[in-house]
């Protein structure tokens, strides 16, 4: 367990976590973040009492505010994920310290899980502090505690898959910049076009009486639809666009612990390769 | 306590180190000598076990350290030629940082990094953060950092550059002080004359190859250069009597055009004012070597057999090429 616990608050996260949370920087990111949470959240409230005027108890407006809280908080992370990551080993290398780090007792699979973990606790830390937001929507109802937890599930897994991707790119390009650029082309062409992709492929491309079932990867790779399926009502509307092959709701609600796994699998093998790309016995050779 | 053997590391088509072999004694300092690009910063990066070689072997004492990297690097103090600090990082913290990574036990190590800080005269500076260091500080805190896990080795690549003549005097001393600690210390570097001062033992690489190896007095010897300086007076006559620097420049560059085509000259140089000539040979060369240049007119007024220098050394075994 302490083997565990060395491998995991290895020095690099230690140090990265303390860097990071060191000036106003980091406190201005978490505000902001809020802010623009907090923003939409009450525009999408005044928007809706104005069609509702409803008073006291009014779950559709909270069903409303939670649906797009939680797919605006999902765009925000797609967005600051692989700025906070994609710069973790290129940018090391460009600071001429990662021989530095790679000559010590640590091995290439710590340096990369306290690169993966820092990155992606600070997006994490900003979900924590988005809370007190989604708490508001108690006041009106329509969700549940129960739908909360896995909305929180697929957050988790899809900030670690997104920091898994923008620090292989950050292991396979020698400058940062680059590294940015591709994390981010990758990143945002697939959350964000793939649903707009499978939407097509589906409805303009087959057959819809008899659709190919390998169009599903647009569902489970993507978290916009893993999201939807976890939120429940009204997000998982999305997940209807898969209706001629996941005929039942529970077929269709599964999607998103099968994007889960996916997604872990996917995480597990670009970390897999960043490591061996990193691990000066077996990266290629490079002068 | 460090031993090499038969080091092969190819890039692409360019063969970087080839067959580079040598061995450095416990408590030696090894100059590790060579034109740029002659492959020196790639071998000291296998040792380091930064780089996997196509063939051959690195022992740091009896552990293999293409075998067992990790053992290998507990062993090893390793300094990049070109290396860079973090930001919004203290001296102190920096230290800290390494002995974690070196898994240095935490149980007095706030006094291991007061005394690493006091050794490289950094103790003043442990609350300052290092990336407002001047150049020589966070060399010296290079140089602390490699020592925290106190290994057996300590691996320097162009330790002195870019440093200005007092930080290298600094370094030079502290360089010393840790051999007298028992450290074993490879050290390369392209200025010549502070390796002769500060190496025990010297090893020459030119193109990727090993050319020597060994003590300094016995490279020297091995060498068997004979080295000859050679002053010329002023012209007597012509447009140019009376000596601008560029002018006399270029006469000594002429004169040592004149020497190069003497039988037995194998390579030389220009330094302070004089040519220094190393010769492959015994007295009928020199006597050979000095009517050569009393024929070519030039006007000499000194002409001696001095003791070899390293340079001197290096000039004569590469024969003065650079890659």
Request: charged content about 20%.
């Amino acid at each position: 367990m302490s083997a565990l616990r060395g491998f995991v608050l290895n020095p690099v996260f230690l140090r990265e976590v303390r860097v990071r949370m060191r000036g106003w920087r980091t406190a201005g990111i978490i505000v902001l973040y809020v802010g623009l949470l907090g923003l939409l959240a009450m525009l999408i409230f005044a928007a809706s009492m104005r069609t509702n005027r409803t008073v006291g108890f009014a779950p559709e407006v909270g069903a409303i505010i939670y649906a797009a809280l939680a797919m605006f908080q999902l765009v925000l992370l797609v967005l600051a994920v692989p700025g906070l990551a994609a710069g973790a080993i290129a940018g090391e290398r460009e600071r001429q310290t990662l021989d530095l780090l790679l000559v010590t007792r640590l091995t290439a699979a710590q340096v990369v899980v306290g690169k993966l973990l820092a990155a992606t606790g600070f997006a994490l830390l900003l979900m924590f502090a988005s809370l007190p937001v989604f708490g508001l929507i108690f006041l009106f109802g329509g969700f549940s505690l129960y739908r909360l937890g896995l909305s929180a599930v697929v957050y988790v897994v899809t900030v670690l898959l997104l920091g898994a991707v923008s620090i292989y790119f950050s292991a396979l390009y020698r400058r940062t910049q680059t590294a940015v650029v591709a994390a981010y082309g990758v990143i945002t062409t697939w959350t964000l076009l793939s649903p707009l992709f499978g939407a097509l492929t589906y409805h303009v491309f087959f057959d819809r009486a008899n659709p190919p079932v390998w169009g599903l990867v647009f569902a489970y790779t993507n978290p916009a639809f893993g999201l939807a399926a976890a939120a429940g009502l009204p997000l998982s509307e999305m997940t209807r666009l898969y209706t001629p092959i996941l005929t039942t709701e529970a077929l269709r609600e599964a999607i998103w612990w099968k994007y889960c796994l996916i997604a872990l699998g996917l995480m597990a093998l670009l970390l897999w390769r960043t490591v061996r790309r990193l691990d000066p016995v077996r990266a290629p050779a490079r002068r | 306590m460090l031993r090499v053997e038969g080091l092969v590391k190819r890039f692409g088509d360019v063969e970087a180190v080839r067959d580079v072999s040598f061995a450095v004694e416990p408590g030696a300092i090894y100059g590790f000598v060579g034109p740029n690009g002659a492959g020196k910063t790639t071998t000291l990066k296998i040792i380091a076990t930064l780089l996997t070689p196509e063939a051959g072997r690195v022992f740091i004492g009896s552990t293999d350290a293409l075998k067992n990297p990790g053992e290998a690097r507990a062993r090893l103090g390793y300094m990049p030629d070109f290396f860079g600090v973090y930001d919004n990082l203290k001296v102190d913290e920096y230290m800290q940082f390494y002995a974690d990574c070196y898994a240095v036990p935490t149980a007095g190590r706030d006094r291991l990094i007061e005394s690493l800080l006091t050794l490289v005269r950094l103790a003043d500076k442990r609350g300052a953060y290092v990336d407002e260091l001047s150049r020589g500080m966070k060399q010296r805190l290079c140089l602390a950092r490699c020592l925290v896990h106190d290994p057996d080795v300590l691996i320097l690549d162009e330790p002195a550059s870019g440093l200005d003549p007092r930080n290298r005097v600094e370094l030079r001393e502290i360089l010393q002080e840790l051999r007298r600690r028992g450290k074993t210390i490879l050290i390369s570097s392209h200025i010549l004359a502070e390796l002769a001062e500060l190496c025990t033992h010297i090893g020459i690489i030119h193109a990727g190859r090993m050319v020597a190896s060994g003590p300094v007095e016995q490279i020297q010897r091995e060498a068997g250069a004979r080295v000859i300086e050679v002053r010329l007076g002023g012209v007597p006559s012509g447009p140019d009597a009376g000596g601008a620097p560029a002018a006399q420049d270029g006469r000594l560059e002429d004169a040592a055009q004149v020497a190069r085509a003497a039988p037995g000259v194998r390579s030389v140089a220009v330094e302070d004012g004089a040519l220094r000539v190393a010769l492959e040979g015994d007295d009928p060369e020199a006597a050979a070597l000095l009517s050569h240049l009393v024929r070519a007119g030039l006007p000499m007024i000194h002409f001696a057999e001095v003791k070899s220098k390293l340079e001197d050394v290096f000039m004569a075994i590469t024969g003065g090429e650079e890659e």
